[in-house]
């Protein structure tokens, strides 16, 4: 009887990968020409001051609607598009996108604000990846300034030297840089202080149990006074409450992202909420 329940079990994750393994396929074979068939876009969600409410930025979050497959979540496509390096020509699109749609806002009178775009891995490695970012700024003709691009901790790490060295050559250009997911990785503190990165982001597991979970209010303090101590500034991810967003504006967290203030959005609903909370017009 339990060779018979072991053999079961053997077949039902047989079947279980197979099913994993088909649907990565698929989405593999869906992804190559998703971009041209249009069914990728960026929604924008804001990043605001923690200390005066102000408007810092915006963070373009790659959508992807299959007319067969339906909306297909980034956790789930992101991964598979890295394993292929199918990547590095959507995270392309994605920063050129983003770089234009800021260009848009600002000639249409919205006010100064970055837009954070998220780099991969393999993006960040391209040996001429500082001529592309060049290249997208010049094309869209938006400022380098208003530009940020978002590492992850992993990326940063992996090669610290290199990393070093690009992160140099990007700033040289203009654009700011942000450590993602900060807390999840293993940032040694010897090369943090050498990177040229201007602020973390907290990665929102550790916002999650705010402000009642001792553990990760002693870690989101703990990460706030080290980036102070290293001049960095920080930004929560993934705020939901407002009893999370007066934690870290006591704690003296710099600025906040999440639902509280806003989902990602569509650019048009994005210009909709920020007339609704911003313009003088209403
Ligand atoms: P991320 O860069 O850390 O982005 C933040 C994620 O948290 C987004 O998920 C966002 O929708 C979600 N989020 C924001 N506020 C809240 C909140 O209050 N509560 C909760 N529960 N979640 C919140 P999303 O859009 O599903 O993206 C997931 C990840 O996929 C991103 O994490 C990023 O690593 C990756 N990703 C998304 N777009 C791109 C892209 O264009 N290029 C690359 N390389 N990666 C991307
Ligand atoms: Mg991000
Ligand atoms: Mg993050
Ligand atoms: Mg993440």
């Known amino acids: 009887r339990a060779k018979q329940e072991g053999r079961n079990r053997h077949a039902f994750f047989t079947q279980e990968m197979q099913a994993l393994a088909m649907r990565r396929l698929q ?3 869906a992804l190559r020409r998703a971009i041209e068939r249009g069914e990728m876009c960026l929604h924008y969600q804001p990043q605001i001051s923690l200390c005066n409410g ?10 992807w609607n299959h007319p067969t497959l ?10 598979v598009a890295e394993h ?11 920063l050129r996108q983003a770089c234009v749609q800021l260009q848009q806002w600002r000639q249409a009178g919205l006010p100064s604000m970055v837009v954070a775009v998220n780099l991969s891995a393999a993006q960040f490695r391209q040996p001429d990846l500082v001529q592309r970012v060049a290249q997208a700024l010049a094309d869209s003709g938006l400022p380098a300034e208003w530009l940020e691009l978002e590492l992850t901790e992993s990326t940063a790490m992996h090669d610290p030297q290199a990393a070093i060295a690009t992160v140099d050559a990007l700033r040289a250009l203009g654009v700011h840089l942000s450590l993602d997911d900060f807390g999840t990785g293993y940032s040694s503190l010897n090369h943090l202080k050498r990177f ?21 209010a002693g870690i989101v303090e703990t990460i706030i006074q ?16 407002e009893a999370q967003r007066a934690f ?10 999440g639902y509280l203030l806003a989902r990602p959005l569509p650019a048009k609903d994005f210009e909709s909420w920020w007339r609704a909370r911003f313009s003088p017009e209403g």
């Open 226 to 241: 080290m980036a102070r101590s290293l001049g960095l500034k920080t930004v929560a991810e993934g705020v939901e409450t």
């Open 54 to 63: 102000s408007l810092i930025g915006v963070e373009a979050l790659l959508r």
């Open 248 to 257: 870290l504006q006591q704690r003296g967290c710099d600025q906040m992202q």
């Open 70 to 79: 339906g909306a297909i979540s980034p956790a789930e496509f992101i991964p």
């Open 84 to 94: 292929t390096g199918q990547i590095v020509t959507i995270g392309e699109w994605v």
């Open 27 to 29: 989405l593999e074979n």
């Open 196 to 216: 040229q990165i201007g602020k973390l982001k907290i990665d929102q597991s550790f916002v999650r149990g705010l402000p009642d979970d001792a553990e990760d």
